[in-house]
């Protein structure tokens, strides 16, 4: 028996995990669903050690565990199989399987390669796999290569005293029908050595799969049901919870936009891999979201808005002009900005300052004969500390030194300074706290009201439905349904959850 008693974790601003009281006995395949941003990852990499909780309990049979690391969690039988696979690519199967566990078949400091293999081949065995360990994984097709992390987690059967807990991190988004039934017929085999932890947005999967399913929100375990009691609608209806608050989200000042002449319109636009046969059009003054569930293609349209991916078919028009080649800098010459969902990483530079990151994308504003004008950009970066009231001590200020709100709104000020009127968004609210959501919500109206066209990736359904005129649902990257979002008449979150899962 795994158990987690009273789980808290913190990170600024965010409670993840609110007392999460979770347990899976031997042979159980336990379902955990929620929304994005209900809290589940973070519950995944505490189960795995990733992150160690800030209160409560984690036992194993009776005994309480501290995980400073995964590897004292695969030292307890704790393995994970990750969405984005942690396979390397040009390693072969065998290395991948046994990777930092060489040291076992190291011979007079030589690695006995025959052994490995065979080592290999046996694991492979236990996942139904039959193919060379040899070969380079990057030959595999995606799910061989799920099944050889599957393969490489079953490793801790000869490692460990006990029975093992394995996590699947949605270890179907992107397998075809038959290949999901053989992975859940091997699960379900796998049983009578290790209990599984479900993670998926396909609830009719988790249905199929689950012994259990424990349904988050906000942080939350609000159910816990049993498969025979379990019903698509009563745990979407728990993974939503709480009605829309229409002022938060800033209802009231939502206009109409003008409806002809777009900004961005989509012709039939697939790209291989990521969606299909995608159209729309995309108006000054509008709020489009894209919702959908993470593999949806939501993320790979806005990257191929901006520029960053190219099309495999159809047609992209950016203020009438026909899009035939596609890059960042194309991107931002047409006045698209793009507010990334890692802004730590892509949206500011760390060790720059305040009035650096907002002018790094419009330089040449700033230069002439090669010599930066550094009083004009501090004069703008003033500005729009004022206007979007950015807390920092002065536009000096390293940017990776303020709040993740502040930074958010550094990262704005750095595409409408420099006179974007098309704003790409995606999970702009990620990790901000309430008064830092609602300031960015402020600024999606103020931003509408100046004739700038917005499609956004919401953190949630509620965020999607409250700031939105237009909502497109995607499913698996193709086209589901289209709702107009006008306040008093938008959809409902069961209207859109209907369509996503």
């Not at 160690?52 to 590897?71: A, C, L, W, Y």
């Not at 396909?202 to 988050?216: A, F, G, N, P, T």
């Not at 359904?461 to 990257?477: F, P, Q, R």
């Amino acid at each position: 028996m795994y158990e987690l008693q009273q789980i808290d974790k913190h990170f600024p601003g965010v409670h993840a995990l609110k007392s999460i009281d979770f347990k899976i006995g031997r042979g159980e395949i336990v379902g955990l669903v929620g929304e994005n941003g209900a809290g589940k990852s973070t519950l995944m990499k505490v189960i795995y050690g990733a992150y160690q909780p800030d209160g409560g309990t984690v036992s194993i049979d009776g005994t309480t565990v501290r995980f400073q690391n995964p590897r004292q969690a695969m030292d307890h039988g704790i393995g994970m199989v990750f969405q984005e696979q942690s396979l390397i690519t040009n390693l072969t199967v065998a290395e991948n399987i046994f990777l930092g566990f060489e040291q076992q078949f190291v011979r007079w400091g030589v690695i006995d390669w025959k052994a490995l293999t065979a080592a290999a081949r046996a694991q492979l065995a236990k996942v139904k796999l039959d193919i060379d360990p040899s070969i380079v994984t990057a030959q595999l097709s995606f799910a061989q290569r799920q099944l050889v992390e599957l393969a490489k987690v079953l490793t801790l059967e000869e490692r460990v005293d006990g029975d093992l807990v394995i996590l699947l991190d949605e270890p179907t988004s992107v397998l075809a029908r038959e290949e999901v039934e053989l992975l859940f017929q091997l699960v379900r085999d796998l049983t009578s050595r290790a209990s599984f932890i479900f993670v998926s947005h396909r609830m009719d999967e988790v249905l199929e799969l689950s012994d259990r399913i424990y349904v988050m929100k906000d942080g939350e375990v609000v159910d816990v049901v049993a498969q025979a009691d379990a019903q698509v609608e009563t745990i979407q209806h728990k993974m939503v919870g709480r009605d829309i608050d229409k002022e938060y989200y800033r209802e009231q000042k939502q206009q109409d936009y003008e409806r002809t002449n777009p900004l961005v319109s989509f012709r039939n636009v697939s790209h291989a891999g990521s969606f299909q046969d995608i159209s729309f059009d995309l108006h000054a003054g509008e709020v489009l979201c894209l919702v959908g569930t993470e593999g949806s293609g939501r993320e790979a349209i806005l990257r191929t808005v901006f520029g960053l991916d190219t099309p495999t078919s159809g047609t992209v028009q950016i203020k009438g002009e026909t899009i035939t080649h596609f890059n960042a800098q194309s991107g931002v010459a047409r006045g698209i900005g793009y507010v990334p969902r890692e802004r730590k990483v892509e949206g500011i530079v760390s060790g720059m300052s305040v009035y650096e990151n907002m002018t790094i994308s419009q330089m040449g504003n700033y230069a002439t004969g090669g010599i930066l004008k550094i009083g004009e950009e501090r004069a703008l970066a003033r500005a729009w500390i004022e206007k979007l009231g950015i807390k920092t001590p002065n536009e000096h200020k390293d940017c990776a030194g303020l709040s993740g709100g502040n930074q958010q709104k550094v990262v704005l000020a750095k595409w409408r300074s420099g006179g974007s009127d098309i704003i790409l968004l995606d999970h702009p609210t990620r990790g901000l706290d309430i008064g830092a959501k609602e300031d960015v919500y402020e600024m999606v109206r103020g931003m509408c009201a100046d004739g700038v066209g917005i499609i956004l990736v919401a953190d949630t359904l509620e965020e999607a439905i409250g700031l939105s005129h237009s909502i497109i649902v995607l499913k698996d990257g193709q086209f589901q349904q289209r709702f107009e979002g006008m306040p008093g008449d938008k959809p409902t979150l069961f209207d859109l959850v209907h369509h996503m899962i």
